[in-house]
């Protein structure tokens, strides 16, 4: 079974700046496509960012000119450099992972909190 912790989330003020990491642990065979996705107070979840096994990044358009994905495959790891936090960031982020070719993410993380004040 294969298990994915987020840390790096936390109060942030606005402006500022946060590093999510998410790590896959457990009887890894492959993993393919990981992202991340946000779900904000009283807001359905949504898709932050992804990026391929090689390395291909696709980002929400809200969030690209502020976050940037990347992953270390070495460590099994992706992460998410978030800039210029506002309060609208403020919410909880999940990582997930596709073991499949693709984004068909069948694997969760139980997800971080970020709050942005102002």
């Known amino acids: 079974q294969v298990h994915l912790v987020e840390s790096g989330g936390g109060l942030v003020q606005a402006g ?3 590093r999510l990491s998410c790590a896959a ?3 890894i065979f492959r993993i393919d496509g990981m992202g991340w996705y946000r779900q904000a107070p009283g807001k359905q979840r949504e898709l ?3 990026i391929s ?19 270390d495959n070495a460590k099994d790891t992706v992460y998410l450099q978030m ?5 609208e960031d403020t919410g ?8 499949s070719p693709g984004y068909r993410f069948d694997v969760w993380g139980q997800g971080i909190q970020v709050t942005v004040s102002s």
């Open 53 to 71: 096994g090689g390395g291909l990044t696709e980002y929400a358009a809200s969030f690209e000119d502020r976050f940037t994905i990347s992953r």
């Open 16 to 18: 500022g700046s946060l």
């Open 92 to 99: 909880v982020y999940y990582c997930g992972m596709s073991t």
């Open 83 to 87: 800039t210029s936090l506002t309060p």
């Open 48 to 50: 932050v960012a992804k």
């Open 25 to 27: 642990s457990g009887e």
